[in-house]
């Protein structure tokens, strides 16, 4: 397919290095691992339709258009999302217009009838194109930083006075690797759906089936020894875990939610604090973080935890 001066040609699982190399060289403080990028392409239900293109200009590849949507019985108002990036020496305001319209086109034709696209609140190039195709700014994602250096003894004290709070509450803190619960991974998926639910969205979330949410903890920065998990008698009530990127890039958080039925007796302080411990074990000496911009009690437990921001990711939108 032939887009402005670039020729695009369906992605495989292969090319996912190649995009996460043009990721982290178009915004180097924010590094895309490989692997990790690879695992996530693979995350995707039958019923989810991607199409990803690598696009190349004089037949080397320079760049990377994506469209995607739920299955629209699972999205009624047929949300759609676009993305393009272009490397450095490729990266015009004209290509990057026209990897967006190709994208768009696509999307329309099978249905869509709203495009969301993500872009960094300091990427003025991209924001002024999506601006100029009638995008607005929808919603905010904030991004963190917490020194594990400058920050160790708070969270020291943190996690003891956590500790002593779960204990008197009988509530166990422990890792996926420790539970021997047969059903554990149900547990989880229950207790993660429902708290997934309860994050602010424009997008309405679809849970995973069960067999791509088992794949996601298969992912190559997780380990069912770093998955902190919180346990009120027989249930899963809580979990926090950090993603440790194989190849590059810094350890962030991966997920963290508990059960409505614990909320506000600081069962995700604690098992955040238990996440935090271990990467210092481990030698981490930082961790990054990101959340929907009024998600408050997280807001909340991120700034008394001494992360400091990063700049904002944009959602934004475009009726088609
Ligand atoms: C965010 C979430 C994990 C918090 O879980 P929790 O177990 O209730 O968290 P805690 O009890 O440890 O701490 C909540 C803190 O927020 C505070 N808080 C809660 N609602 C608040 C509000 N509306 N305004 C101000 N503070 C609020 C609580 O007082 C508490 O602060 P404290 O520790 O200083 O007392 C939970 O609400 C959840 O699962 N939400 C949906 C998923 C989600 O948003 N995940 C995180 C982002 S991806």
């Known amino acids: 397919m032939k887009v402005a001066d670039l020729e695009l040609r369906p992605a495989t699982l ?5 995009v996460a190399d043009v990721q982290t060289e178009v915004h180097p403080d924010d590094p895309v691992d490989p692997q990790l990028l690879r695992h996530f392409w693979t995350l995707v239900g039958p019923e989810t339709t991607v199409e990803r293109f690598i ?6 590849p320079v760049g990377v258009a994506t469209r995607s949507h739920q ?5 009624p108002e047929r949300f759609g999302r676009v993305g393009m990036e272009l490397g450095p020496s490729a990266r015009t305001a004209a290509r990057l217009d026209a990897l967006a319209g190709a994208m768009e086109e696509r999307s329309i034709a099978d249905g869509t009838t709203k495009a969301t696209v993500w872009a960094w609140e300091h990427d003025a190039l991209e924001l ?9 700014e929808e919603r905010r994602q904030r991004f963190w930083e917490l020194d594990l250096v ?8 943190m996690t ?38 309860d994050i602010p969205t424009t997008v309405p979330n679809v849970p995973l089936a069960f067999e791509q949410f088992v794949l996601w903890f298969k992912s190559p920065g997780l380990h069912e020894d770093r998955i902190w998990i919180a346990r009120e008698s027989d249930d899963i009530v809580g979990v926090s875990q950090l993603s440790y990127p194989p190849v590059r890039g810094v350890v962030a958080t991966d997920w963290t939610g508990t059960a409505r039925k614990v909320r506000g007796r600081g069962v995700a302080r604690a098992l955040k604090c238990e996440t935090l411990m271990q990467a210092m074990v481990l030698g981490v000496d930082r961790v990054r973080t990101d959340n929907d911009s009024t998600n408050v009690p997280i807001l909340h437990i991120n700034e008394t935890m001494g992360y400091t ?4 990711g944009i959602q934004l939108l475009k009726e088609l």
């Open 160 to 197: 003891d006075k956590s500790r002593a709070r779960m204990r008197t509450d009988g509530i166990e803190i422990l890792t996926l690797a420790r539970d021997t619960d047969p059903d554990k991974f149900h547990k989880l998926q229950r207790m993660s759906d429902e708290a997934e639910s």
């Open 14 to 18: 292969d090319d996912a290095a190649f």
């Open 71 to 75: 299955a629209w019985a699972k999205m």
């Open 150 to 157: 400058a920050n160790r003894e708070r969270i020291q004290k």
């Open 55 to 60: 696009a190349s200009l004089n037949g080397a």
């Open 309 to 312: 921001r990063r700049p904002d």
């Open 128 to 136: 002024g194109v999506l601006s100029g195709r009638g995008y607005r």
